[in-house]
């Protein structure tokens, strides 16, 4: 873990630390939903102790809108950052309720904190080592249906989980935009050739966001230079064939 996603979680405890939750809490009861027994189970464990299986069934039992909801997003960061499942549904849905909160629910420290977080997390994956297996395994996967789950895959999860949030994604392209590192350029190719993939020029959900940001990767094949100088850089053969294919 980066000392940057560090201090992003301790921010986030202290400045979503004023939550608290109800009781009984603000959560569907019904057969599928929330139990008796793990309603009792997460108000008697420390947030910081919340496990995958109680965020688990905490996010597919609460539906609408509750304030109660911003108790658990340090937790719900922690556990994001871990790769943990956390829910029934693809990763946009982690933080969906946010897509149904009132006005201005959030302190200005808390949306701070959220917007952090994110972006710590994003550049972490952004700035990962890239190893000479994944590198070769994305090499032979070039032209497959459905690009396969590396090299771009955790940054796209990334960005899903933001997408209901009151973050503004374009904040990722800016950070990758000022980060030019062969890591950030590998991976901004990847993520071309995954969006290829799954069709996020007219698909993808939520699919406003996936559409916006294909219009931010089409620029690397017609005005920018950044790929064209990447692959001039490039010394390894599985690279430079990753380089060309996201270039058309």
């Known amino acids: 873990m980066t000392p940057r996603l ?7 405890y202290k400045a979503f630390g004023s939550r608290r939750l109800g ?34 069934e905490y996010t597919n039992s609460a539906h609408g809108w509750s304030d109660e909801f ?29 897509k149904k909160a009132p006005e201005n629910r959030m302190s200005a420290a808390e949306e701070a904190a959220l917007g952090e977080w994110l972006l710590a997390l994003f550049e972490d994956r952004l700035l990962r080592p890239v190893s000479d297996e994944e590198l070769d395994r994305a090499a032979r996967s070039i032209g497959d249906l459905c690009f396969p789950d590396f090299l771009a895959r955790d940054l796209a999860e990334v960005i899903e989980v933001a997408s ?13 935009d000022s980060c030019r590192t062969r890591e950030a350029d590998l991976r901004l190719a990847g993520l071309i050739l995954l969006a290829t993939a799954e069709g996020w020029s007219t ?43 996201a270039l058309g």
Not at 164 to 176: I, K, M, S, Y
Request: aromatic residues 12%; hydrophobic residues 40%.
């Open 203 to 245: 698909n993808g959900t939520p699919r406003k966001t996936k559409a916006l940001w294909w219009m931010w990767l089409s620029r690397f094949w017609s005005d920018d230079n950044r790929l064209v100088e990447a692959f001039e850089r490039e010394t390894d053969e599985c690279a430079q064939e990753l380089l060309l294919a």
């Open 6 to 12: 560090r201090d992003a979680f301790e921010t986030a």
């Open 164 to 176: 209901p949030t009151p973050f503004d994604t374009t904040g990722f392209q800016r950070l990758w």
């Open 23 to 56: 009781r009984p809490m603000e959560v569907c009861r019904c057969n599928m939903c929330m139990s008796d027994a793990m309603e009792r189970s997460i108000l008697r464990t420390p947030l910081r102790e919340l496990s995958r299986e109680q965020l688990y």
């Open 70 to 98: 911003l108790y658990f997003i340090p937790r719900y960061m922690e556990l994001i950052e871990r790769g943990e499942e956390l829910t029934l549904l693809d990763n946009h849905q982690i933080l969906a309720r946010f």
